[in-house]
């Protein structure tokens, strides 16, 4: 069984969806599946559970993740101590939130790789708090994230992009009828937050101080958030991107007018901010 193929396993295994995958690993989408079908021959069991709009872990995948994350651990460590390859390549870590790929990161990532071709760079998602988290004990050297409320004499903040926010409901709720819904129209409806994602909490306060997001549900998966909008269970406040990117059927996304914006910024610490945050940054800046 290959290294490479377990790590892409935990690569998968973090952000549910193939082909974003496979643009963190800079493979074809065609090839990570061919792999990871590799691993599930010789173990004999399917680690996911495959669907068009992504992929679940299964109970055999769930358990055997640990093993793999074990594995890939050794297999660095061992790079870096026995064979002396850390002062050759450092590693980037490199923290963002889920479906940053939707903002044109890629393509922007593959040029600033081209310029700096000596580094590996390892991505973690997480959800906004544990980006903070690992930013605090530097576990990341810097995060992709929502605009949440950093201290501006720790962090530096630097914009990357926005999305305005829309309204993911079953398509036999009444407001699916309206081209368009205001945020008056969401203050008596059943909402279901995605935990990952909670500074838009933030992005709607701007908007409209009165307006109190109190989620009845609140959940980490993308794929169980859809899953309870379809069974009727609430509605959700996402960036457009995000919704339209995994829309289901049986949903229907509209927008909510005026436009709210939802930024997504690269930060930093100030302090010590490590050279790779800051060669990013400047080429951010363009």
Same mark, same amino acid.
């Given at each position: 069984m290959e290294l490479n193929y377990i790590n892409e396993f935990v690569v998968l295994a973090r952000v549910l969806h193939f082909q974003e995958a496979a643009d963190l690993l800079f493979i074809g989408q065609s090839s990570l599946s061919k792999h990871i079908k590799s691993i599930e021959t010789d173990l004999g069991e399917d680690l996911f559970i495959r669907s068009k709009k992504g992929a679940v872990l299964s109970d055999f995948g769930k358990a055997w993740l640990p093993y793999a994350e074990?594995?890939? !651990?050794?297999?660095?460590?061992?790079?870096?101590n026995?064979?002396?390859?850390?002062? %050759?390549?450092? %590693?980037?870590?490199?923290?963002? /939130?889920? &479906?940053?790929?939707?903002?044109?990161?890629?393509p922007f990532f593959k040029d600033y790789k081209k310029q700096h071709p000596h580094c590996q760079y390892s991505f973690l998602q997480g959800s906004e708090k544990d980006l903070i988290d690992w930013l605090q004990q530097?576990?990341?050297?810097?995060?992709?994230?929502?605009?949440?409320?950093?201290? %501006?004499?720790?962090?530096?903040?630097?914009?990357?992009?926005?999305?305005?926010? !829309?309204?993911?409901?079953?398509?036999?709720?009444? &407001?699916?009828k309206k081209k368009s819904v205001l945020l008056e129209d969401l203050k *008596?409806? *059943? &909402? /279901? %937050?995605?935990?990952?994602?909670?500074? &838009?909490?933030?992005?709607?306060?701007?908007?409209?101080?009165?307006?109190?997001?109190?989620? !009845? /549900?609140?959940?980490?998966?993308?794929?169980?958030?859809?899953?309870?909008?379809?069974k009727g269970m609430?509605? *959700?406040i996402l960036t457009h991107n995000m919704a339209s990117h995994l829309e289901m059927e049986g949903t229907v996304i509209r927008p909510i007018t005026p436009d709210i914006f939802y930024e997504i910024y690269m930060v930093y610490p100030i302090r010590k901010a490590p050279l790779v945050a800051r060669e990013f940054s400047a080429f951010l800046k363009g």
């Open positions: 074990q594995m890939v !651990s050794i297999q660095k460590e061992y790079t870096q026995l064979l002396g390859k850390e002062s %050759e390549a450092p %590693e980037v870590n490199i923290g963002y /939130i889920p &479906l940053v790929t939707l903002y044109n990161f890629m530097k576990k990341v050297d810097f995060i992709l994230t929502g605009n949440y409320e950093f201290p %501006e004499d720790l962090y530096q903040q630097q914009f990357y992009t926005c999305d305005t926010l !829309s309204v993911v409901m079953p398509q036999s709720h009444p &407001l699916a *008596s409806e *059943s &909402l /279901i %937050e995605f935990r990952h994602m909670s500074s &838009l909490r933030s992005s709607i306060r701007k908007a409209d101080p009165t307006f109190d997001l109190h989620p !009845s /549900i609140s959940v980490d998966r993308a794929s169980v958030l859809f899953d309870l909008i379809q609430g509605l *959700s």
